[in-house]
């Protein structure tokens, strides 16, 4: 069983999956630092870039499984059109202004 959107515990995390399932590209934009980074499987992408591919054009989801560390790290069932449904982590580092500078995903 998943856990609701609204009961992860992080604010910035909460928001995070919340954009993406809602597929609001400017919701998601406006929670990351400028400069933020991700990396997905432990190799550095272009976030942008990835974003686009990964996300937005292939109606990403996250339906959270559970989350740890305060909420900022989630085991997620993760899915898009062009991958289908995979078993995902996803931590996440927020700065002091409560916006987002890095994530990292990864096959779990």
Do not use: C
Not at 8 to 28: C, E, T
Not at 38 to 51: A, Q, V
């Amino acid at each position: 069983m998943s856990i609701q959107v609204t009961r992860l515990s992080d604010p910035a995390v909460r928001a995070f999956v919340a954009a993406v399932n809602a597929h609001d590209r400017s919701a998601f934009d406006a929670l990351l630092t400028p400069g933020a980074t991700m990396s997905d499987d432990g190799s550095d992408r272009d976030l942008g870039d990835w974003t686009d591919r990964e996300i937005f054009s292939s109606r990403g989801h996250m339906d959270v499984d559970s989350e740890s560390a305060g909420g900022r790290s989630l085991l997620v069932r993760y899915r898009n059109d062009t991958w289908g449904e995979m078993k995902t982590r996803w931590t996440f580092t927020v700065d002091e202004d409560g916006r987002i500078s890095r994530f990292e995903t990864g096959q779990a």
